[in-house]
Nanobody, 115 residues
């Protein structure tokens, strides 16, 4: 079955960096687009970044220039490098993919940015 396992979250000071990882299994990773989303307390889940099977990336406006999504097809892993973190980046970050018509989510990893 499809599994997405996020890791790399934690507590960081404003201005710091974190690198999130999402290990994928149960589907043909290299042909699937992947995405990172986040959900802050009391807010709706929002798109952070996506990457196609061919490596084309897209970002939410507030993340452009600070976050970088990448993938390693040999390791079935997608990454999110987050720099210049702000307190408003505090959220649970989720990995996502769609296999046929079904959307799959990981359990998320908590990122907390202190001011």
């Amino acid at each position: 079955q499809v599994q997405l396992v996020e890791s790399g979250g934690g507590l960081v000071q404003a201005g710091g960096s974190l690198r999130l990882s999402c290990a994928a299994s149960g589907f043909i990773f290299r042909v699937n687009a992947m995405g990172w989303y986040r959900q802050a307390p009391g807010k709706q889940r929002e798109l952070v970044a996506t990457i196609t099977s061919g490596g084309i990336t897209d970002y939410a406006d507030s993340m452009k220039g600070r976050f970088t999504i990448s993938r390693d097809n040999a390791k079935n892993t997608v990454y999110l490098q987050m720099n210049s973190l702000k307190p408003e980046d505090t959220a649970v970050y989720y990995c996502n993919t769609r296999v046929t018509i079904v959307s799959y989510w990981g359990r998320g990893t908590q990122v907390t940015v202190s001011s």
